[in-house]
């Protein structure tokens, strides 16, 4: 999901900053070293709670002066952080009891909110599934990886998917332990080239969706 997010980000210009929020109820310590990946990739991380104001002031100073937009799961505190962000807002925050219950969800309209200290943010209701429309497998999901970028021009194939292909600088990256695994996994899942699809649809639809995807590349 947040993979999912942060390729939506990359594709459509925003900045995306990596929120977790509920830092009161895990670890610390265990949490930053599982995050530890993007913050190599080069995202910018904030660690949050309501209950402690842990990284409150980040998350304004990120805010500031831009238009932004708070996205993730239904319950995982976006409206409860920007009532904390902006003490007045009022927003809606669905209760600990309700929440027992699956499928709860407070927000239910986008809301383009002024910002006091400057800015506007959009707080949003918390989705389930994030499909990604704009980006398919013809035009390049690579580039929105931004670790892989530096491989992709390497690959010796110019419409290399990173799948099956020989020579594959991505691939050679990922069993270099240069690009994580799960990272890899990600960009396999989102891009639908998944194991069990060349199998699925075998090599013929493969070759087709290859031969698309090559002749885009020459363009
Ligand atoms: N322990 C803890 N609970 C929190 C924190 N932030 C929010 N919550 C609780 O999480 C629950 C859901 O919060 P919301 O702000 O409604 O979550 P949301 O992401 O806006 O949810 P939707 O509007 O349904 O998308 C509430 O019961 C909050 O009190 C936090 O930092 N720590
Ligand atoms: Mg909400
Ligand atoms: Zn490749």
């Known amino acids: 999901m947040l993979d999912r997010f942060l390729v939506t980000a990359e594709a459509s210009g925003m900045l995306p ?4 929020n509920k830092i009161d109820l895990v670890q610390l310590e265990k949490l930053k070293a599982q995050m530890a990946l993007y913050e190599g990739i080069g995202y910018n991380l904030i660690y949050t709670s309501i209950v402690t104001g842990a990284g409150i002031d980040e ?17 995982v505190g976006k409206s409860s952080l920007l009532n904390e962000i902006q003490p007045g807002l009022q927003l809606r925050v669905g209760d600990v009891d309700e929440r027992m219950h699956k499928g709860q969800h407070t927000t239910t309209e986008v ?9 506007f943010v959009a707080d949003t209701p918390g989705i389930r599934t994030l499909g990604l429309f704009e980006i398919d497998d013809e ?6 990886f931004p670790e892989m970028r530096p491989y992709i021009p390497e690959c010796k194939f110019a419409a290399c998917t990173h799948q099956h292909e020989p020579g594959c600088a991505v691939k050679s990256a990922v069993e270099g332990g240069k690009i994580s695994e799960l990272r890899y996994d990600s960009y396999l899942r989102i891009s639908g080239f998944s194991a069990g699809r060349f199998e699925r649809e075998g090599p013929k639809k493969e070759k087709k969706r290859y031969e698309r995807r090559h002749k885009r590349a020459k363009r």
Do not use: E
């Open 17 to 20: 900053v990596i929120c977790i």
């Open 59 to 75: 998350m304004r100073t990120v805010m500031k002066d831009r238009i932004s937009a708070i996205v993730g799961s239904s319950g």
């Open 139 to 144: 035009q390049g999901l690579d580039i929105h």
């Open 111 to 119: 809301a383009l909110l002024p910002l006091h200290f400057g800015g």
